[in-house]
């Protein structure tokens, strides 16, 4: 990029450039390392003037300061954008040195720090302040301080110039205010208090006296002499002026003659009028009164055995009358006990009307959903949802859940480099805390535990990449906590953290967020070619991975050097290092995933067809016996795939081969049209492994695969809310769960009805159902009703909930295998009974359309265009059957009366 000469303009509406200190005159920042002055808004300076030149004379930098160019995009990564985040009011933005320093390693040249990288590296401080420069001062958009040192000289001159500036505005608001003030006078309003001061005031009843006060000439102005005497006698002998004499006449001895003095002293003044206030309160008294029980009551009784002597019980135990007693009564009680044991005497009848294995989710016995616990991390998961839940295959309460914030594609890079996309691994044994943090390079949208080897967990990220965590060191800690129970102290442990061991190649790999991965059975492989043999072990090592990029993907743990682990000679399998695949991981095989209509198709989801038991039962000896075995005969090719357009495909993952022996492209060999939405859920049922569940918009529907037909067994629609995701029941053959987006999750027993759900229940409403996973059946077939069976429950509002399963809903009514085998296959009866219907429809001249879920009209299954000329002989076999319904009808009528035999008249109706 060219840095060349800039017209300074503001980033909001284009005004025209401010003219630099240099230009208005202002005195430009000393040399020497001492901060630019700080910017004030009262200063000339700062007001907008007429339109500057192109090319501006720039003011001398300063020490320590250097000015930066900063493009929109690093704006964005800072939260420094212009006339945003700062504007000239507001110009400083203090930014981490580490988020600097990795900015570095993501741009590497790019980033727009790079003209002061040195600095920032040798940088001692830990935030570096940036001041937007929006007159273009120093001549680029921003100026960053590259010393401590000179930050804080910028800082404290704008807290200085701060100051200064609130003290003038106080002095100024002050003087506009006394400027302002203005003494306004008002009429007096006579309100009583002029009677008040009128009674206060003193007047005269009488003419004041006048007196007046002589003295000689003579006397002015002579010396005096000032004494401590009662009186004093001028010098002509007369009684002179009296001084300060006391107002109590002076007491004489009794018998004492008085003086002179003594008569010329005052007269005592007497007091008159004695003011006295009396005010009258009423007499109190402080008592106390302390109520007791009236009557004792002891609060415990303690109660001693009254027992005989030694000599007395020895006595009563050697009498004849109890020896006799004894030996009458012991058979009888004997027999008694042993009756109790053998036959309950007082059973429930109504209990045994109905037997406990014959009743269903239609009776009024407990059906709902009980939650038994609920994770939630307060740290990380707040704001985000559940994308992904997996129950560890062999420790019981334990499972992992994978989180994913709801944001776009823009805020996703945005804060791509502050974002920490995290699994977690839950215990029964700690519902606060997670036992484990698995750190994952993005969001996380699938999870699977490897069925053999539970030490390895796989993930489906976002960006396309399949990711492997490594739980071999932890596993231990998780074995531990499930047999030693909850914590006894309140004190949370430090949970470790683990990194991922190995991430796909992103070249190789998916091009859209991987929805959807699945283990392979163990002791099955598949070939590059598609070929199934059996593994070298009852290991599994291999996995496939969908897309919305229009592939499913197969991947190995074992990468190039699958042919090269074989068993040792012991037969046990070597393991491979998962950390040697680490960005150089390809997958196995791709099938690509097309139509003829479009060339790439969305998926979303794939099932694919577990082995059939007999092989797993025998599985460790034919892998014993012999080796890279063929499965062709025993494990199917085809799978399941959903799409995001609402389409469930049929499909061999086979590629088949051309005539000069290369591959093609993978053929669709059915189409199901059935969701008005994104298909989310595909699974078989456990137990009727041709019955396969999707999920998907606003409905759910029950295929059979070996049924060319493309009608469902089964399907119902919601118009309420739509249909999250699904499962089948681990325990019953009858029984699956559907979630929907209102957080309700309906339980349908086909066994019970197959028209309407079992009963519905509120989990998590009014957050959205994201997955629903049952744990694995750990009853090993004896149908324990003290083993509580889970179903994990992820929301939209980042919870897990742990719900358990009502009785009817886990234990197996008697034979529901055979009773479900029974529906479907009256279910294939119902739909080929009206494709016949419908061809017969078709003989008769007309045929009937039948509208399909996204809007296309279709012949009728079974109407084709040789259907519209039916063989003579099918014709005549229809005429057949009509008349011998004819004849029915007429004998019918003319048995109750509403039809006359032949040749009578006809029976008038009312």
């Known amino acids: 990029k060219e840095r060349g000469t800039r017209i300074a303009t503001t980033a909001a509406a284009g005004r025209e450039e401010m003219p630099t200190e240099s230009e208005t005159g202002a005195p430009a920042a000393p040399a020497g390392g001492e ?7 009262a200063s000339p300076a700062a007001a907008p003037t007429e339109a500057a030149p192109a090319e501006a004379v720039k003011a001398p930098v300063p020490e320590g300061l250097k000015p930066i160019f900063f493009t929109t995009a690093t704006q964005e990564i800072f939260n420094c954008r212009c006339e945003e985040d700062v504007t000239a009011a507001n110009p400083m933005k203090l930014i981490p040195i580490e988020a600097i320093l990795q900015d570095f390693a993501n741009r590497a040249a790019v980033s727009d720090f790079t003209p002061v990288k040195d600095q920032m590296k040798a940088y001692t401080g830990s935030e570096v302040l940036l001041v937007f420069d929006p007159d273009f001062q120093y001549g680029e958009n921003f100026f960053v301080f590259v010393t401590e040192e000179a930050k804080q000289a910028y800082l404290q001159a704008k807290v200085v110039a701060e100051q200064e500036a609130e003290a003038a505005a106080r002095v100024a608001e002050l003087e506009t205010a006394q400027e302002q003030q203005v003494q306004q006078s008002v009429a007096w309003v006579s309100k009583g208090s002029e009677n008040e001061v009128e009674l206060m005031t003193v007047r005269n009843n009488r003419p004041l006296l006048k007196i007046m006060v002589s003295r000689k000439r003579r006397y002015f102005g002579g010396a005096r002499t000032f004494s401590d005497n009662r009186t004093g006698l001028d010098h002509e002998g007369t009684v002179g002026y009296a001084g300060c004499l006391s107002i109590n006449p002076i007491k004489k001895i009794e018998g004492e003659k008085k003086t002179p003095q003594d008569a010329a002293s005052p007269e005592a003044v007497h007091r008159r009028l004695l003011e006295r206030g009396v005010q009258a309160v009423p007499e109190t008294a402080h008592a106390h009164a302390q109520t007791k029980l009236a009557r004792p009551k002891n609060t415990w009784v303690q109660y001693s055995p009254l027992s005989l002597p030694a000599e007395a019980a020895a006595q009563v135990l050697q009498s004849p009358d109890l020896v006799a007693f004894l030996r009458t009564a012991a058979p009888l009680m004997s027999e008694a006990l042993q009756e109790n044991n053998v036959l309950n005497l007082y059973p429930n009848d109504f209990a045994l009307l109905r037997p406990p294995h ?6 009024k016995t407990d059906t709902r959903l009980k939650e038994h616990h609920s994770f939630k991390s307060l740290d990380f998961s707040d704001q985000q949802r559940v994308t992904a839940t997996t129950w560890h295959p062999t420790i019981p309460g334990v499972l992992a859940a994978a989180y994913a914030s709801p944001v ?3 805020e996703r890079v945005a804060r791509r480099t502050q974002a920490k996309s995290l699994v977690c691994v839950w215990s029964f044994s700690d519902a606060i805390h997670p036992k484990l943090k698995l750190v994952a390079p993005d969001d996380i949208f699938s999870l699977a535990f490897c069925p053999s080897n539970p030490r390895v967990l796989a993930g489906g990220c976002i960006n396309g990449q399949v990711v492997l965590w490594d739980l071999d060191s932890a596993h231990s800690t998780l074995e531990q906590d499930h047999q030693e129970g909850p914590p006894t102290s309140g004190k949370e442990e430090q949970r470790p953290s683990i990194r991922y061991c190995a991430v796909s190649s992103i070249q190789a790999g998916h091009r859209a967020p991987i929805s ?10 598949v070939t590059r070619t598609g070929r199934r043999q059996l593994g070298h072990s009852t290991q599994s090592w291999q996995l496939f991975t969908t897309a919305a990029d229009g592939q499913v993907l197969l991947w190995d743990l074992r990468g190039e050097r699958a042919d090269e682990l074989q068993a040792n000679p012991e037969g046990a399998p070597q393991r491979p290092s998962l950390a040697a695949l680490d960005l150089v991981w390809q997958p196995l095989l791709k099938v690509y995933v097309s139509l003829e209509s479009m060339a790439e198709v969305s998926a979303s989801c794939v099932c694919v067809r577990p082995p059939p038991p007999p092989l797993l039962r025998d599985l460790s000896e034919r892998v014993k016996q012999s080796k890279n075995e063929d499965l062709s005969g025993d494990v199917s090719s ?3 795939v959903g799409t995001q357009n609402g389409q469930t495909l049929y499909m061999d993952w086979v590629p088949p081969e051309s005539e000069n022996g290369k591959l093609g492209v993978q053929n669709v060999q059915r189409t199901y049209h ?8 595909i699974e078989r049922s456990p137990f009727l492994p041709d019955l396969v569940l999707s999920v998907g918009g606003n409905s759910f529907h029950i295929i059979k695969e ?8 089964l399907q119902r629609y919601s118009t309420t809310a739509s249909f999250t995701c699904g499962a089948w029941s681990v325990s019953r053959a009858g029984v699956f769960f559907i979630g929907r987006s209102d957080g309700c999750v309906d339980v349908w027993d086909l066994v019970d009805s197959t028209y309407k759900a079992s009963f519905t229940q509120s989990v998590c409403s009014p957050a959205a159902v994201c997955c629903l996973v049952p744990a694995a059946d750990r009853d090993n077939g004896e149908q324990d009703d ?6 994990a429950v992820g929301d939209g509002d980042g919870t897990v909930r742990v719900v358990a399963v009502p009785l009817p809903a886990k234990r197996p009514v008697a034979n529901e295998t055979g009773a479900m085998q029974l529906l479907v296959d009256k279910e294939v009866q119902r739909i080929e009974y009206f494709k016949s219907r419908a061809s017969a429809a078709a003989t008769k001249g007309f045929t009937r359309s039948v509208t399909t879920v996204d809007g296309h009209d279709e012949p009728a299954a079974g109407t084709t265009a040789a259907a519209a000329e039916p063989a003579g002989d099918q014709l005549e076999q229809l005429r057949q059957m009509y008349a011998a319904f004819a004849a029915e009808e007429a004998a019918f009528l003319q048995e109750v009366g509403l039809a006359a035999p032949p040749g009578e008249p006809a029976v008038p109706v009312a």
Do not use: K, M
């Not at 901060?35 to 808004?41: E, I, K, L, V």
């Not at 014959?358 to 009776?363: E, F, I, K, M, T």
């Open 35 to 41: 901060a630019p002055a700080a910017p004030s808004d």
């Open 358 to 363: 014959a009743r269903a989710l239609g009776g």
């Open 408 to 410: 776009t594609f823009s």
């Open 516 to 525: 959807h991965l699945q283990w392979l059975a163990p002791g099955v492989e």
């Open 638 to 640: 085809c799978v399941f």
């Open 674 to 681: 059935l969701h008005s939405g994104c298909v989310n859920t």
């Open 706 to 713: 070996n049924y060319a037909s493309t009608t469902p067994l």
């Open 786 to 791: 003290h083993v509580q069976q889970w179903i």
